[in-house]
């Protein structure tokens, strides 16, 4: 069983910054590729960014040059740094976990982001 915990949700205006935070408990972190997802409201979730255990790095052309996803693992933390939100960005964004050697996800219970003036 691996927890996730999301922190660093919030409001911000357009043009803003916000860094979420996920807390992994599982002492095999660098065993699971992490990632951020996201759903809008009336629409799909979709996938924001992942980082494999050695900082390889793949995002949403929504979100390329504005969002930065890293990893601690040490910490065994993932954190998602925005900039130049926009109102388009306003979601739940869940943190996922996925073993490497297997297909089962783990999701956080999600941290909301609001991007309005």
């Known amino acids: 069983q691996v927890q996730l915990v999301e922190s660093g949700g919030g409001l911000v205006q357009p043009g803003g910054s916000l860094r979420l935070t996920c807390a992994a408990s599982?002492?095999?972190?660098?065993?699971?590729?992490m990632g951020w997802y996201r759903q809008a409201p009336g629409k799909q979730r979709e996938l924001v960014a992942t980082?494999?255990?050695?900082?390889?790095?793949n995002y949403a052309d929504s979100v390329k040059g504005r969002f930065a996803i890293s990893r601690d693992n040490a910490k065994r933390t993932v954190t998602l740094q925005m900039n130049s939100l926009k109102p388009e960005d306003t979601a739940v964004y869940y943190c996922?976990?996925?073993?490497?050697?297997?297909?089962?996800?783990?999701w956080g219970q999600g941290t909301q982001v609001t991007v309005s003036s």
């Open positions: 599982t002492f095999i972190f660098n065993a699971y590729v």
């Open positions: 980082i494999t255990s050695g900082g390889s790095t």
């Open positions: 996922n976990a996925q073993r490497v050697s297997a297909s089962q996800h783990y």
